[in-house]
Each structure stands twice: as structure tokens, then as C-alpha cells.
């Protein structure tokens, strides 16, 4: 789909709704955390139904109710709906982490894995969260070979990004992640995690 027809397809969703006040915006909220509820209590029908309400009110955070909206497809597999809104959310809030990371989950459940393995990337750029690190890898281990994790792929990465990301995947115990990381980015590991994965 075109940039020019996402924009027009969000904006279509959207135009119901202009800024609200009071009694409006109070109920926006109220919907979008009764799709909260919904959605912990895996209602996700139900979750998607109160999510766009919420959206139709003009709810605040536009670009969060999206998020949750295609994390409730995700869980769904209504993959095609779940990256409908991820696009959604990155349009919105272009340095949001989460909406990058909505659609790389989307992508990678349809099997277009190096589309996947760049959308994390994206978001990493923007959050250096490690379960941005580990899904990015995931899908990297399924794309074609041209597109496997080599440095020249992910240049929009500052090693400041990666090491942040190394940090929180050393804390959480993804010893594999780190085992990926090292084949490219071995001179950014601490040097205890370089010696364990040498070894190992």
C-alpha cells in the first residue's frame, strides 16, 4: 500500500473523531481501558471492539491505542490487521519504539522475515529494548543469507544503541541473542560475555 493511501486510510478512521473535552474524553479513556481489561482477559475480540471506540472518541495517545489495537490482532492472527495498525501507530508517533516493534511481529508472522529483521532494526534505532534485539535476530535467522546479521545491513544502528540493548540482554540472560551479536559485533560485548561465548 501506498504512503499516500495509509495516510488516507488513517485518516478516514480517524475523521469521526476531532479533539474532545470533558464527558467525551473521559469516555475515550473508559474504553480504552476496558480493552485493557478485555485484553488480559483474552477477550480479543471484545479488546479490539473497545480499542477502536476508544480511537472513534479521539482518545489520547492515539499511537498507544494503535499499538495495543495490533498486539490484539497479533494475538488474534489477524496478521493483516495487525500491521494495518502498526503502520498506523508509526505514522502517528514516528520515534515510538513499539510501533516498529507491532509491525516486525507482524511481519515476521507472515514469513516476510527481512522485512521483519529491518522493522526491528527501526525500532531499535529508536529503543534499544532487548526483545527488540532477540525478535530482530529471530527473524534474521529465517531471511535469506543476503540479508543476515551483518553490520553493513544495520548501519542505522550506533554502537551506543547496540550497547544499551547488550546491556538488557546480559541482565535477562539471553545467552543465544548474545551468541548471534557476537559474530558481528563481538568488540562490543563485555569482555566476560566475549570469553563465555568463545568458549562455548
Known amino acids: ?3 499516500h493511501r495509509r495516510v488516507s486510510s488513517q485518516r478516514s478512521e480517524e475523521k469521526k473523531h476531532e479533539p474532545l473535552l470533558g464527558d467525551s474524553k473521559t469516555r475515550a479513556e ?27 472518541l479521539g482518545a489520547p495517545d492515539l ?8 498486539l490484539t490482532s497479533l494475538k488474534a492472527e489477524n496478521l493483516d490487521r495487525a500491521l494495518s495498525d502498526a503502520e498506523k501507530c508509526i505514522l502517528l508517533k514516528p520515534d515510538f519504539g513499539k510501533g516498529y516493534f ?11 522475515y527481512d522485512m521483519a529483521m529491518f522493522a526491528f532494526c527501526e525500532g531499535l534505532v ?12 529471530e527473524s534474521a535467522e529465517k531471511a535469506p543469507v543476503t540479508v543476515k546479521m551483518k553490520r553493513s545491513n544495520f548501519s542505522s ?18 545467552f543465544n541473542a548474545l551468541k548471534v551479536l557476537s559474530l558481528e ?8 560475555i566475549r570469553q563465555s561465548v568463545a568458549s562455548s
Open 102 to 112: 507491532r509491525k516486525g511481529q507482524a511481519l515476521h508472522g507472515k514469513g516476510r
Open 157 to 174: 544502528v550506533k554502537d551506543k544503541q547496540w550497547q544499551q540493548a547488550i546491556r538488557h540482554l546480559v541482565q535477562c540472560g539471553e
Open 63 to 70: 499511537h498507544k491505542v494503535f499499538a495495543n489495537r495490533s
Open 185 to 192: 559485533y563481538n568488540h562490543l560485548l563485555p569482555e566476560s
Open 126 to 137: 529508536r529503543d534499544p529494548d532487548y526483545m527488540m534485539v532477540v525478535r530482530l535476530i
Open 30 to 56: 473508559s474504553k480504552k481501558e476496558e480493552g485493557n481489561k478485555a485484553f488480559k482477559l483474552e477477550h480479543w475480540n471484545e479488546a479490539y471492539r473497545l480499542y477502536t471506540e476508544a480511537i472513534q
Open 1 to 3: 500500500m501506498s504512503h
